[in-house]
């Protein structure tokens, strides 16, 4: 059961994706067109020496054929400096010289003799030879003879342009062109990245303009109305600074949005800009640290000077955490880049009078870890939560994304959004994406409810994997999954048990799906040990079954010692503890459940304590699920025995084949609960 309430696959990655796909493609990441780049000059260097190997450089020959060609009238023009000679040739020469029909690079019949290294052949107008030590003294006469120019200037002064041109001109053309497409770019993402290339203490921000077609308003942000009533405010103000500040008064500078991933954000700050119709510069707070020290508060500076000159604007600063986090808690090395980066957003905030009208927008889901400064008025010293959408909400965001999809008459938006509780925006979003991709692969021309449904489960559970399982396995897990979906039906306070299945999905070896009906903010303790009872359901059933352990359960284990010590140390549910505050807030149905990180506040004797409440509630489930799955072990053979023909039942089925009703039912049935069965290393 390694399943969150909330999947976090489900998160799609829109983030740089501009409004309306504009300069989405054009823009290269720097990293990334340095490296083209290094490749397209080395691929340059080696075509340049395949095909004209000899091309940038003469050719060295014997002084005896230096003095066959001169001879021969081929040699123009000479320059010598003590016994180097070097010149040029009327016709070309290739030395070592081929014979016909050999290959190109075979050794010549001259060169086989005695030496080793033999050059390889090549063709060139230039050349360069050496005088013998033996002084050879006609020469003069015999190079006037044949009318070769005895140069005073190296011969080769006038072709090194040449050479160097021909060496290097690919080169330069390739770094001209690419400072083009940087410059390119950079304008069409509104000059946020002027300056290119060499400009890395510039923010890499990504503007948005309010062009009408790509413009986010809070039309496009649904089931979050607390936040978004919040930031009515900022709006107004940036709408028309001086009527906020006429009096005297301080205008927002910093808001902080703080809620879990995927919640519209983002969405939110840019629907502020675009309700505002001012510029929005976004950037990840990631993105401002580099490996070079001090680029991180050169780009910050950057930012907020690009803002500053087309106020009124919006800065949107995501993952605030990365940087902002308390100082002196990072990590050691890459700290002191990290603190510049943050007192410089310091520096800046308290540098610009909100009569500017410029106001910065970060998002965070850690608030606590954020460094206190931050938080001080001035600064971030307003902050809007954004929660997960309730169902009301999260029909109205399944409304937002189905505009553009066309919907078969039997999709029940409704219903569909009481079966996702904790699901976010990005989530519902990319559900809306997957139904519509899947309806596409049917060759539907509408998305159905039953794409919707398919989409959600493969969301949820994860996609099947098709991994060959012996029967024997097959068995074995077929009982553990109707362990954890007979609970469900039995303890009272139960989630519904929507699914179960045997066919292999995401991690897990089996699944059984239990939703609430509701959503529920406040979780009764009968429901957190039922909770716990369902979870320890499938170890159960193998040990009634084959009286035998298997890896199976470890997810399930995890996850109940997680809600256990939940239990003892946060929401003071031991007696013999009482309510005392032993761990630090967390997700508590992430599993883990505790611990302040580093040192305990509480002695040794409370250690062994928490750890003998946790094993207690524990073993009082492992009677309850046993004692329950033992007095129904004829439901528990005959749903067995339909998962083994049929592999997946749904909610009806299952109530059919058990012949069990519903677990009792409640006013109000809390967090979805996915039991799966972890993956069993022996078996996988
Ligand atoms: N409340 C919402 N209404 C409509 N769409 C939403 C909502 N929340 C999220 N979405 C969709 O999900 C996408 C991603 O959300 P967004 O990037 O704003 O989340 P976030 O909270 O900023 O996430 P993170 O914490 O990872 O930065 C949005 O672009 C939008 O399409
Ligand atoms: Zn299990």
Request: net charge neutral; aromatic share 6%.
């Amino acid at each position: 059961m390694k399943r969150e309430t909330r999947p976090s696959a489900a998160k799609p990655q829109n983030k740089t994706a501009l409004p309306g796909g504009k300069a989405g493609q054009s823009r290269m990441p720097p990293r990334k067109a340095w490296l083209i780049f290094v490749i397209i000059l080395f691929v340059n260097y080696v075509l340049m020496k395949t095909f004209f190997p000899g091309a940038d450089a003469p050719v060295t020959v014997p002084y005896t054929v230096f003095k066959q060609e001169a001879a021969k009238g081929n040699v123009k023009s000479i320059y010598s400096q003590g016994d180097s000679i070097e010149g040029r040739f009327n016709n070309a020469v290739t030395w070592p010289p081929q014979q016909q029909g050999e290959a190109k690079d075979a050794q010549p019949p001259a060169q086989q003799k005695g030496l080793l290294a033999t050059p390889p052949s090549r063709t060139s107008n230039t050349f360069t030879t050496t005088l013998p030590a033996f002084v050879d003294p006609g020469l003069e006469q015999f190079l006037i003879d044949n009318k070769v120019e005895i140069s005073a200037t190296p011969i080769q002064e006038g072709s090194a342009l040449g050479t160097l041109l021909f060496g290097f001109g690919p080169a330069i053309l390739i770094i001209a062109f690419y400072v083009w497409l940087y410059r390119r770019a950079a304008q069409q993402s509104g000059g946020a990245m002027g300056g290119g290339l060499f400009g890395i203490g510039k923010s890499k921000a990504r503007r948005y303009d309010q062009e009408q077609d790509s413009r986010v308003t809070f039309n496009d942000v649904a089931g979050i109305d607390e936040a978004e009533n919040e930031l009515v405010e900022v709006v107004d103000f940036l709408k028309d600074p001086h009527k906020y500040t006429r009096l005297g008064g301080a205008a927002p500078k910093g808001v902080l949005l703080v809620g879990s991933p995927g919640t519209g954000k983002t969405l939110l700050a840019r629907a502020v800009a675009g309700e505002a119709g001012v510029p929005f510069f976004s950037m990840s707070a990631a993105e401002f640290v580099e490996m070079i020290v001090g680029v991180g508060a050169a780009r910050v500076r950057d930012l907020f000077r690009q803002a500053r000159e087309s106020a009124p604007a919006i800065i949107f600063i995501d993952e605030l955490d990365s940087i902002g986090r308390a100082r002196g808690q990072v990590a050691i090395g890459g700290s002191s880049e990290q603190e510049q980066t943050l007192n410089q957003i310091l520096t800046e905030m308290d540098g610009f009078s909100s009569r500017e009208g410029i106001i910065v927008l970060a998002a965070t889901n850690q608030p606590d870890v954020l460094d206190k400064a931050l938080l001080r008025p001035g600064r971030f010293d307003r902050r809007v939560v954004v929660n997960l959408p309730d169902k009301t909400g999260r029909e109205a965001i399944l409304k937002v994304h189905t505009r553009k999809v066309p919907l078969a008459p039997d999709v029940r938006l409704t219903e569909l959004a009481s079966a996702t509780p904790g699901l976010a925006g990005a989530d519902l979003r990319n559900l809306v994406n997957e139904a519509a991709l899947l309806a596409a692969r049917r060759e539907q021309d509408q998305v159905r409810h039953k794409d919707f449904v398919d989409a959600l489960e493969k969301i949820v559970l994860g996609p099947e994997r098709p991994i060959l399982l012996s029967e024997a396995d097959r068995e074995r897990i077929a009982y553990h999954e109707s362990g954890h979906a007979i609970l469900g039906l039995l303890v009272p306070g139960a989630d519904p048990v929507h699914r179960v299945t045997i066919v292999p999905r995401g991690q897990a070896l089996g699944v059984t799906y239990q939703r609430p009906q509701t959503d529920r903010y406040n979780y009764p303790e009968a429901y957190l040990r039922a909770r716990i009872v369902g979870m320890l359901g499938g170890r159960v059933a193998e040990e009634i079954v084959y009286g035998t352990r298997t890896t199976g359960a470890e997810n399930d284990i995890e996850q109940a010692t997680g809600l256990a010590r939940s239990m003892v140390t946060r929401w003071g549910m031991s007696d013999k503890l009482g309510m005392v505050q032993l761990a630090s807030r967390q997700n508590p149905f992430l599993g883990g459940g505790g611990g302040f990180g580093g040192d305990k506040p509480f002695s040794d004797e409370t250690a062994r304590l928490i750890d003998l409440e946790v094993q207690r509630i524990i073993e009082a489930c492992h009677r309850d699920a046993t004692r329950l799955l033992a007095t129904h072990r004829p439901a528990l053979d005959a749903l067995v025995d339909a998962l083994l023909q049929r592999e997946t039942l749904d909610e009806r089925e299952i109530l059919e084949v058990t012949g069990l009703p519903p677990a009792p039912p409640l006013e109000s049935r809390p967090l979805a609960v996915v039991a799966g069965r972890g993956r069993d290393r022996a078996q996988a």
